[in-house]
T-cell receptor
Framework: NAGVMQNPRHLVRRRGQEARLRCSPMKGHSHVYWYRQLPEEGLKFMVYLQKENIIDESGMPKERFSAEFPKEGPSILRIQQVVRGDSAAYFC?????????????FGPGTRLTVL | GENVGLHLPTLSVQEGDNSIINCAYSNSASDYFIWYKQESGKGPQFIIDIRSNMDKRQGQRVTVLLNKTVKHLSLQIAATQPGDSAVYFCAETFSGNTPLVFGKGTRLSVIA
């Protein structure tokens, strides 16, 4: 069974460009979560999506960040007009159901560097 | 080796010794807790979980203890091995589609 897949693994962008991060959940999982991790810190929740629906986006910055999980294809985290402060590791996790007691399995992450 | 809370983020132990990593969680309503292991350059890896109706759960070489009275969670690793070197995070959540809240993490360094 393939685990959670993320690509690209490393992404370099200049200030003002757009970053697109992709996440394919584990087979059979329809719930996707995005987290951001700064160096030497824990993961911070950003957004929780189910197919075609955003369930909880309480951790998403109000501007420049958006996420989607279409009926077909991977979940996308999009960051417009990136700034240096967006440099971080972005992790995606998936679970079979969305209740709080269902284990979330993480992908390898995308490390975004903004020059 | 043992650390107390999240104020000592680094724990060094001799290979073969037992390790105890502690976590003080924040929300008294949290009812599901997970320990993750994160190796350098990788995503968090699930280790073990525990629900609030339990106070102890054992896995292979790992044991999680939960003390709801003082909102404290610990991870015990028996016979620590070099491959256990990583950062360990506790995470908490409350049932019902709520996001995981991660602690700051503890770096475990195993001395051969």
């Amino acid at each position: 069974n393939a685990g959670v897949m993320q690509n690209p693994r490393h992404l370099v962008r200049r200030r003002g460009q757009e970053a697109r991060l992709r996440c394919s959940p584990m087979k059979g999982h329809s719930h996707v979560y995005w987290y951001r991790q700064l160096p030497e810190e824990g993961l911070k929740f950003m957004v929780y999506l189910q197919k075609e629906n955003i369930i909880d986006e309480s951790g998403m910055p109000k501007e420049r960040f958006s996420a989607e999980f279409p009926k077909e294809g991977p979940s996308i985290l999009r960051i417009q007009q990136v700034v240096r402060g967006d440099s971080a590791a972005y992790f995606c996790a998936s679970s079979k159901s969305g209740v709080g007691t269902d284990t979330q399995y993480f992908g390898p992450g995308t490390r975004l560097t903004v020059l | 080796g043992e650390n107390v809370g999240l104020h000592l983020p680094t724990l060094s132990v001799q290979e073969g010794d037992n390790s105890i990593i502690n976590c003080a969680y924040s929300n008294s309503a949290s009812d599901y807790f997970i320990w993750y292991k994160q190796e350098s350059g990788k995503g968090p890896q699930f280790i073990i979980d525990i629900r609030s109706n339990m106070d102890k759960r054992q896995g292979q070489r790992v044991t999680v203890l939960l003390n709801k009275t003082v909102k404290h969670l610990s991870l015990q690793i028996a016979a620590t091995q070099p491959g256990d070197s990583a950062v360990y995070f506790c995470a908490e959540t409350f049932s019902g589609n709520t996001p995981l809240v991660f602690g700051k993490g503890t770096r475990l360094s195993v001395i051969a």
